[in-house]
């Protein structure tokens, strides 16, 4: 069985900061892209951040020079730091990550249960 648990989610001033936590655990093989996504009220969820295995980031452009993705391949974890955070990010913030579990021979995609981020004064 294998599970992520994300931390880190709050209610925070326009130009602020936040750091997001997301540790996967259980019967793990291996992991390989982890990632961000998050979902605004009424829109879809949406790719925010990804990074490989290997460690090479990939942000969407509207939070480039602002959030920063990076992981912890020992801890299995990842992290996003929102830096100059806007009203307009918003949203339940979703980790996810690809893991292949003992005993399988498969990859699967797993997600946290969500984390609320308010930017609001």
């Known amino acids: 069985q294998v599970q992520l648990v994300e931390s880190g989610g709050g209610l925070v001033q326009p130009g602020g900061s936040l750091r997001l936590s997301c540790a996967a655990s259980?019967?793990?093989?291996?992991?390989?892209?982890m990632g961000w996504y998050r979902q605004a009220p009424g829109k879809q969820r949406e790719l925010v951040a990804s990074?490989?295995?290997?460690?090479?980031?990939k942000c969407v452009d509207s939070v480039k020079g602002r959030f920063t993705i990076s992981r912890d391949n020992a801890k299995n974890t990842v992290y996003l730091q929102m830096n100059s955070l806007k009203p307009e990010d918003t949203a339940v913030y979703y980790c996810?990550?690809?893991?292949?579990?003992?005993?399988?021979?498969?990859?699967?995609?797993?997600w946290g249960q969500g984390t609320q981020v308010t930017v609001s004064s």
């Open positions: 990074i490989t295995s290997g460690g090479s980031p």
């Open positions: 996810n990550a690809k893991i292949r579990a003992l005993g399988t021979l498969w990859w699967v995609d797993y």
């Open positions: 259980g019967s793990i093989f291996s992991i390989t892209a």
